[in-house]
């Protein structure tokens, strides 16, 4: 049962399936994922029991085909399942969006040219950010977190909070990932592959924050 002074990791592990409650209610479960849920509730000025009955009555379903199974993976194995499940999927996402948004930059750009400026540089700098951010972890990080070496973990999780706050300009900027009406079916698909992507982000964000990290101790 998931109470008001449980972690926000902690209710996300007794039912992964709240994690898109949390999105539409802008509860953040990732880079947020150690804060006290009533706290949050009361800050954001959320009626906490009504909000707690909701969660409660949330049936349990898998969000992702091994999401249970990754919630107790070793390091050993969460590492390459993060990499493959997540950084290959995220890459292509960032390279289907970039697409999209340089597509109908060009198309709508007398009607949306300013909102659509501001969304491809904020996005461009998500891009750049992530791209660094996976060849760090492939290469430097995971392996030596692998090996017992958990000096960098703090870096992670401040690039991690670095893209939290892209995501949640992204969001703004998009008015919640929705299409203008004189959007055509490019302009929606780009949106709704942008939302895809930062969804994913964020679950791949949880994953590392409040599992691969959570144990360990940094020297």
Known sequence: MIVSTMKIEE??????????IFTDTGIDFCCGGHRILGEVLEEQNIDVDSYLRLLNQSEKKKVDENWNHALSMEKDELIPYLVERFHRKEEDLLEKVDGYLNKILKVHYISHGEELSSIYQVFLALKGELSAHFAKEE???FPAFLEGDAQKIHE???EHEAAGELLKELEELTNGFVAPDDGCATYRLAFQTLKELVDDIHIH???????LFQEEEVA
């Open 205 to 211: 964000i949880f994953l590392e924050n409040s599992v």
């Open 156 to 158: 992670l999780e401040d």
């Open 139 to 141: 290469k430097i990080v």
């Open 11 to 20: 209710a996300v592990k007794e039912n992964p399936e709240i994690t898109k």
